[in-house]
């Protein structure tokens, strides 16, 4: 037996109630969980992961300014995103100024938004923001212009 994905929202007011029942795959159905974030501090920010295939999705969303950790990353910003699968990993730290992701970590002049993905050759950068930033990365400052990708060299 397959398990269908199946979506059921509730939602009540003073005088009424709604309710859906939704099913949504293309030519078959696929398994996948949704689950809540455990982010510390837990009044900080809110998130929900998504697994799906071999696919793992995680939105956290700040809701006070500080730093806000989950699983091996930290951020300060207002949202992150990650989206990990056996062959790439990519967090994108929206409008922040500080990552953290396991023992390498980056700031972020002016805040902004910038994609961090793990590549072969390294940690590829992208500004996904409409204004240029700089990247510290230790003593290094890499410089993205709007939409630019680096990969900064190592010395």
Do not use: C
Not at 1 to 24: K, M
Not at 87 to 94: D, G, N
């Amino acid at each position: 037996e397959q398990l269908t994905p199946l979506v059921i929202a509730r939602r009540r007011g003073r005088r009424t109630t709604f309710r859906s029942v939704l099913q949504l795959y293309g030519r078959r159905p696929v398994s996948e969980t949704l689950s809540r974030a455990v982010v510390t501090p837990a009044p900080r920010a809110r998130g929900v992961v998504v697994e799906r295939k071999a696919a793992r999705y995680a939105l956290i969303s700040a809701l006070s300014p500080g730093p806000v950790e989950w699983e091996d990353i930290t951020f300060e910003g207002q949202a992150l995103f990650s989206h990990h699968t056996s062959r790439t990993h990519r967090v994108v730290l929206a409008m922040g100024s500080e990552l953290k992701w396991g023992d390498a970590s980056w700031t972020v002049s002016p805040a902004g938004s910038v994609e961090f993905a793990r590549t072969a050759r390294g940690v590829r950068l992208t500004n996904l923001g409409q204004t240029a930033v700089q990247v510290g990365e230790g003593d290094a400052r890499i410089p993205l212009g709007p939409g630019q990708k680096r990969i900064p060299t190592r010395a």
